[in-house]
Structure formats: C-alpha cells, structure tokens
T-cell receptor, first 115, second 110 residues
C-alpha cells in the first residue's frame, strides 16, 4: 500500500482482556518498528523486526507484551491481561535500511484505552 | 544510553516571527538527527534529516557537535506551522531504533 496501515484505530479493552494490534507496513520495507506513546510523551521504542526476525525487543515493558511478524510483512502486537498503564497510542513504522538515510514512515496508530 | 531533550513543552510565537525549537542530545558517538512533525489529527511524519542538509517548508536545522544540539529554525513563522515537533536520533554504527524527545508544541498566533 501507499503508507503504513494500522488497525483498529481505536480499541477499548476491559482490564485483564487480551488485545491484538495489527500493522501493515509499506510493501518492500524490510524493517518494522513498534512504539508506545503515552499522553504528553514522545514515542518510546518497543521492538524491531528485520523481515521476520525480531532483532530487538528491549523496549517491551513486560512479558505481557508480545510481537510477531511471521512472514516478514504484516506484524501483530499482542498485549495480554491489559492493565490501565497500557493505555497509550501504539505506533507502527516501517523503513528501508539504512535507516539513518531514510528515516521511518509511521502509521496513524492505534489508541488503546484500558478501562 | 542516548537521550534527546526538548526543554520546551510549548512555544508560542506570532505569525511572521522567527522560530527556534530547541533540541539537545547526549551521546558520545555521532548520531544521525531528525525532526518529525505531527499536525493536528495527522500521523507523525518526517520533516527533515540532518544527513540531507535540506530545508523543508522553510525549516532548517544545524547539527552543533560541540553543544550537542540540533535546533530547528524558521525565519518567519506561518499559521500552518502550528503542530507538535519531535527531535529524534539514530545511533550510527549500530542499533536501528529512533530515540525521540518529549516534543514541543508550536503555536503560531495571528
């Protein structure tokens, strides 16, 4: 597609519920990133894929967070047993290396509200 | 660890006035610096890259390694410049993640 597509745009979850957030990167972009943006803060890195390989997951805040990209294109971020502190906008970005030249292209994000 | 600091949460200027959005970073190596912008109800988008030495929408940013700064400047602010601006860096020579500052909300008043 022409841009990075994320779904759903909005998600309301009850505390304890599991959620799955989807990201469709730009076709051909080998690199895919997930970020978490809390209200009033800058985006915070969660995890990075190169093709299907998850090369960096150092930003995942707990073992309740899990991301996958099984075929090297679409990615899913799963949050188990959601907590109120998980409420944030989850951003997906894709890129071609070298990233320092191209930067990232971001999706519109999924706004997760845990009630 | 690398860190990006944007000291102003909100910057308010009048139309036609000069704009300077401050960004400082802490990293001992040579990072690549970026400015991203988010207009109201739109997605985060790349404004400019240090490596390209470009001017986009009248904005420029010069990397000052001595002061570890990458301030964003525009000589004459326009109403359409009102947005959230984020400074970010990528480490060279390793790592791929973009580290963001907390952002500065620019408000251009008539």
């Amino acid at each position: 597609g022409a841009g990075v597509s994320q779904s759903p745009r909005y998600k309301v979850a009850k505390r304890g519920q599991d959620v799955a957030l989807r990201c469709d990167p730009i076709s051909g972009h080998v690199s895919l990133f997930w970020y978490q943006q809390a209200l009033g803060q800058g985006p915070e890195f969660l995890t990075y894929f190169q093709n299907e390989a998850q090369l960096d997951k150092s930003g995942l805040p707990s073992d309740r967070f899990f991301a996958e990209r099984p075929e090297g294109s679409v990615s899913t971020l799963k949050i188990q047993r959601t907590q109120q502190e998980d409420s944030a906008v989850y951003l997906c970005a894709s890129s071609l290396p070298p990233h320092r030249v191209h930067g990232y292209t971001f999706g519109s994000g999924t706004r997760l509200t845990v009630v | 660890a690398q860190r990006v600091t944007q000291p102003e949460k909100l910057l308010s200027v009048f139309k036609g006035a000069p704009v300077e959005l401050k960004c400082n970073y802490s990293y001992s190596g040579s990072p690549e610096l970026f400015w991203y912008v988010q207009y109201s109800r739109q997605r985060l988008q790349l404004l400019l890259r240090h490596i390209s030495r470009e001017s986009i929408k009248g904005f420029t940013a010069d990397l000052n390694k001595g002061e570890t700064s990458f301030h964003l400047k525009k000589p004459f602010a326009q109403e359409e410049d009102s947005a959230m601006y984020y400074c970010a860096l990528i480490l060279t020579g390793g790592g791929n993640k973009l580290t963001f500052g907390t952002g500065t909300q620019l408000k251009v008043e008539l």
